[in-house]
């Protein structure tokens, strides 16, 4: 076992962190220092610093956090950009928050002097790798401790007996879910339980943030979007932050019964696992940013990005956010977004997101001139003779040649 | 001016055409030989033989097939395998029946010993372009006749003077919708008026064949479809035809609101335009096909097929479907799908389409047992430590070597 | 420690992988299986099998397989077919050589009801990840054994103790190579030693195939192969079997200088490493195939192969010959080799592969008629103007809303 | 016929483009303005002042640049920092030409408030297209004059006849070269005459530049190239600006019979053409470029350039240099080079570029300590074991269910 000083955990309050807490301390004897982060999960933080302390862990060593605007402006905006989608569904809300925590683990970990870091992650998830590889990407020389891979804490049991026995108190939050939670700004995803069977759906009742489409207004909601290089700036005319923005646009979706997903997707670590998700907000901006998109991205600036897009996704799911490749990625994609400035009306309804007009006063490459039926100045309807000839040249000769297509 | 024996035209039996017809005998001296095919556009094809004998054509040069079967078994499953998307959005309704219209027009041509074809597409659309890729792929010693690029009736005054002069019946059919529209068994097309405004949305009666959210049931209706080797093959558990499933979920997409599709994309000739789409049925099948592979298809197939995916639609909207990159890309699509076998459960409510369970009796790739936090057979929690190690090894390296990422 | 009662053991009869035979029956307490395969390495097979006699391995445990046509026919000759290249440089000599072994430890491990299989690979390099996910891949309840990751042997000194404890004999073979090798009728390599320096160059006397350069003939010889499908079937008008085919090439190249490699590559398990390679024929194949390809192939079907090419090479390389995705990528390139037929001629002089003819009496697209100055009768210069104007159309618009380029 | 009140001529001096600005003045009544370029394609350019003098140009309108520097630094290096290559073969030395001269055009016509550029390539061609896009991407009001596809001087015959009655001598230059060539500091190329038929091989004295490999000097050359994020910076120790850089290099390569190349490649008009290359330099600069990313780069950053490489190369091949997918791409290039630093030490012998060596004080990642047989302080072999088994558990759980790979 490697020798520890000083571990920083990320820490949540909850149960399973407060015995790793513990369990860091008894089984390698260091100092703990605790680490929790606001990034829009909907939870006082309050508690966990109560908590920490009520552990014994020292003031000095209790850190937390508010990286909501940072999580949206450096982290959920440029993937936004890229209309990142993972397998076709997963708009990827619990992996790209995991690079941000492990950007503070190991920046308290620097300030703290702390050798090592520690997470709640288990070992059979994704989660685990994004933590470490970012961990360990941000710091070479860091040690990592994941206690789900190293103890015997393997039943539910077990973990309550540990805790029992080291006085943590294990009484169940009042209306707490009983499925597998994650919670940030961008997303909740529910894991385990009923949806271990792909073939049953899940309760109405697990999913906390949105109404369900029939439950939703019989209203219809318009709002306006405004984008400048690729990101939204402005919400029905009114500038916000970036989390300030997302915080809207969820509020906003789930009303409108928007952004519920159930899938089953491929772990990094190589099984498959069912997984509901919510991502009201997310949902509305990849719907406007691809309208943005479609009048100011020249035709194969969009093309290259959704050929690229599936690779980017892949990163961010597997945790390569630190990555050469990710910033190889980000700067052609970065590149594309300059223009796409400008404005999108939308219509929430039930579940539906139906964008109803684009416009942009000075990037704007749609000109009905140029696609009607009548004549305009800069096209040539005789053009299009010599285009299908010679993009047809090659299957003309192989069609002399014998081929067949 | 090219000499034209004998020509294989496209024929709708609607006021464009029959112009075509006309000027088509007048300008080249020509017999002209009509083709009217039945892809599930949902019009009657025997008026348009009428027409055709009316204006002179002979009972032997007149064509009719139903190619609905071959259309959707063909053409429009092959691409569902791929579950291609144009820019996004576009499930590429229009682009795949023309490569089906250009075999029989070749096919026509060879029977009838025409050495040309004729086709109604504009000179500034894709169309145009698609046809002829695909006849000169399929004959590359045809020759081509686009009237639209040709003749100087660029003006709907000169076009209805033009019938007028010819005996052509100018009288608008009662209710036809005053856009230009596309149909077939996969969806409804429209361009053009208030269209052409990115910034205007479209009046209520445009859409033709769904209802809106709005006006859809209040009712969910929930349907399963099963799938062989990647195609749907029954649903609700009735062995259907390629086209008689098209045609069911196209009903009940329609019924339910489901399939409206606004967007501006990007032209192969080079300009931006505005089309509005309804693909009822398709929007089902994209869903339900994405949902029997989730559980059936390898991991790194599923990225794959996702990256080549942007390629393949572009192909397809471009005109490619006879090429040697396509045949290349299809190879590859089929290959994966030997095992996408099972049934997809699904609800449909006012334009939402749910997935709510899949199941594969003899394919699924999903197990409980190795997601799940309790031990296993197959995996040990253990082996995540050098998994995630090895995978970030070559940062540990780049770290200590004073890499930032 | 796993419990195994019988194990399949890939034994080349040298120094390393007896002792490995013999660390096998004394930690497991199992029966040995011994397999070795002829794939061209160019040693007898002999010694092997009277090796394991003497090691007390029982007759029928003793399995020699001459893999060399199933090698080339198989695995060689379908990777050339897509011009494979790892990093820009590397002909994957061993890579492909790996799951050929893993078969064929799979097929003998079913013979005798072997539960386990075992090899010599270290625990840093390329060749464990190959065997052992073809292994995993063709039976997933296959055991592996991996002594160099198992045991305490872990320097010379240990290794040489524990043989002649063991009764080995490690008298070193008369004129072996200090380098750590690996060779097999596609390649040899080099690693190890002074390579461990990538400032450094080898020893000219590392070198054990080919001439080098200067030492080859100042005659230049010129040869002429024959493709079918994309691959080599004839050479200088001889119909060749697949390996014959290669071994003729090899004495060719390596008579002339051809085909020698340093590098540094990057390893799927995370460093980097310095190797030196030695493939005359392969290299000579490589450059005869891109010249059938260039007369015989559409263009868009050899871009296409182009840009897959690398992820297909990288496959290989990690492993990954057993899987969807690669046998995705082979049914593309498969696909496209449908019209590679024909004839190159080379002349190969002191390194140098030059192509001096390619011909192909039914396949070739390659009409001068049509690339010449003057007129032809399938194109029309004419054609151009369109052919540029439309795909400069979204520039031109661009250009006129103000974009810079 | 177009209006035209002055263009800028892209003119050699040659016969060709002497004879398009006599044509230019006489069809279109316009002022001519001659722009003559040294790209390093090895001619004085007094000559062609002279020769326009002589023509009737104006003093003021007959612009000379040395554009060398310019060349080398704003596009041979970005492309060579992507390793770019088309069709596994040639290194575009005419396609990355023709932005440079195509940005000058349309700068001198924005001097000389000219409304239209011409040129002299032919409309079967590339260069053509490479030209005219790149013009209208830097000026969409441009007007385009390409004489080649205008007039009626389509032998060579009618064009001799054209330059007798209007004065232009017809002399040929002593020792001028029967093929068709393009030549600039990066290749020369070769095109027509027997090259029109891919059987047969060009004859000796074809090749202007460099020696045979027969003729080159029995000794080797050893020679050092120093690396700044990703371009060449100086030649055995030596700073040299980049068109004095590759001049050396030509001079090097050319001397030891480096850089022929002899193809078969397929045009974006549609049809396949032979060309042969010199590109002594160049080919040095890509073997030496791979060797010092081989030991600066992350291997996912190389297989990612590598992956994108063949579109890159396209798109310069095809004239898409201005254009945003360009600058994406070359954005993440860019990105990639920034620690390519260091040296790299070859030997060049008669066709042959070796690498003998490669280091990078600062920026490499090459640790020999990491990839040896021996203990290391960052890697556990039994690391391995998690890795090769979490990489299979897809093919295990495959199999399980019944999987064939």
Redesign the interface.
Known sequence: MAEIKKVVLAYSGGLDTSIILKWLGDTYGCEVVTFTADIGQGEELDPARKKALSLGIKEENIFIRDLREEFVRDFVFPMFRA?AIY???YLLGTSIARPLIAKHLIDIAATTKADAISHGA???GND??RF??GA??????IKVI?P??EWDL??REKLLAYAEKHGIDIAKKPGKSPY?MDANLLHISYE?LVL??????PQDDMWRWSLS??DAPNE?TTIEIEYKNGDPVALNGKALKPHEMLAALNELGAKNGIG?L??????Y??????GCYETPGGTIMLKAH??IE??T???????????L???YA?LIYNG?W????R???Q??????QK?ANGKV?LEL????V??????SA???????A??????DS??????????????????????????K?
Request: glycine content about 8%; cysteine-free.
């Open positions: 209309n397998e076709g569904e288990t070992g059979k685990q790798v470490e590889i360990y990407a941000l710091n070479p020389n994941a789900w891979r393997n039943s597998s385990g271990e069977d792909p073939a049953a759906r489409p029939q219809v519920r159930d899938i089953v997707e491929n772990r670590v190589g099984m498959k696992s069912r691809r309208a479609s009048i991205l020249d035709r194969e600036a969009v093309h290259l990005k959704d050929e897009m599936p690779r892949k390569y630190y990555s050469p490749e910033l190889m990625l700067a052609a994609i970065n590149e594309s223009y009306r309804y039930k579940g539906n139906t964008v109803i007009g684009r416009e000075n990037d704007s490459l749609f000109n009905a140029y696609s009607t039926f009548e004549e800069v096209y040539d309807q005789k053009d299009a003779n010599g285009f299908i000839k010679l993009n047809a040249l090659r299957f003309i000769i192989g069609g002399k040649a014998g081929r297509y």
